[in-house]
T-cell receptor
Framework: NAGVTQTPKFRVLKTGQSMTLLCAQDMNHEYMYWYRQDPGMGLRLIHYSVGEGTTAKGEVPDGYNVSRLKKQNFLLGLESAAPSQTSVYFC????????????FGPGTRLTVT | SQQGEEDPQALSIQEGENATMNCSYKTSINNLQWYRQNSGRGLVHLILIRSNEREKHSGRLRVTLDTSKKSSSLLITASRAADTASYFCATDEYGNKLVFGAGTILRVKS
């Protein structure tokens, strides 16, 4: 039982490049989330999904797209990376949106130069 | 910003002492959660307290909730070096998604 896994762990992009971050969970959770964490700001929700085939915007969705083609996977895409997207990205999953604990992946550290 | 506030921003104590950190939020909530994050790792859930509860315990952790003051506190008793981490509160005050505070950095010196 791996919980929530994220790939890659580290990535350096040049401005304008694109990439996809992959999140996978093996707990059969319906709900999945992508957050970004910047120094001194805690976690901010980028996008989330309430089930396979669904996605919704969070607090800071601009510049990101997501897809949930399979229940266990949640992909975060950056179409044209900008230095402001330099951050640590966390994926999480849970049974419900807010009434139960969220399980977090180990994070992806992304640097955009 | 939708984020709640935590204080202190940083706390340094000696092993064996108690650590208290506080969280404030802005509107009504159904529940409040506390998470721990070790350096370079993801967040780990510690405890959830519902709006109709005033106090909850889990091992060396004690969480209180005062809905009239819109605040919560996390007390770690008899701290250990392994408790060194960042601690975050999270609420559902803006609908049904969690909103995280900026966190308190706790350093326990041995």
């Amino acid at each position: 039982n791996a919980g929530v896994t994220q790939t890659p762990k580290f990535r350096v992009l040049k401005t304008g490049q694109s990439m996809t971050l992959l999140c996978a969970q093996d707990m059969n959770h319906e709900y999945m989330y992508w957050y970004r964490q910047d120094p001194g700001m805690g976690l901010r929700l980028i996008h989330y999904s309430v089930g396979e085939g669904t996605t919704a915007k969070g607090e800071v969705p601009d510049g990101y797209n997501v897809s949930r083609l399979k229940k266990q996977n949640f992909l975060l895409g950056l179409e044209s990376a900008a230095p402001s997207q330099t951050s640590v990205y966390f994926c999480a999953s849970s049974y419900t949106l807010s009434s139960y604990e969220q399980y977090f992946g180990p994070g992806t550290r992304l640097t955009v130069t | 910003s939708q984020q709640g506030e935590e204080d202190p921003q940083a706390l340094s104590i000696q092993e064996g002492e108690n650590a208290t950190m506080n969280c404030s939020y802005k509107t009504s909530i159904n529940n409040l959660q506390w998470y721990r994050q070790n350096s370079g790792r993801g967040l780990v859930h510690l405890i959830l307290i519902r709006s109709n509860e005033r106090e909850k315990h889990s091992g060396r952790l004690r969480v209180t909730l005062d809905t009239s003051k819109k605040s919560s506190s996390l007390l770690i008793t008899a701290s250990r070096a392994a408790d060194t981490a960042s601690y975050f509160c999270a609420t559902d005050e803006y609908g049904n998604k969690l909103v995280f505070g900026a966190g308190t950095i706790l350093r326990v010196k041995s």
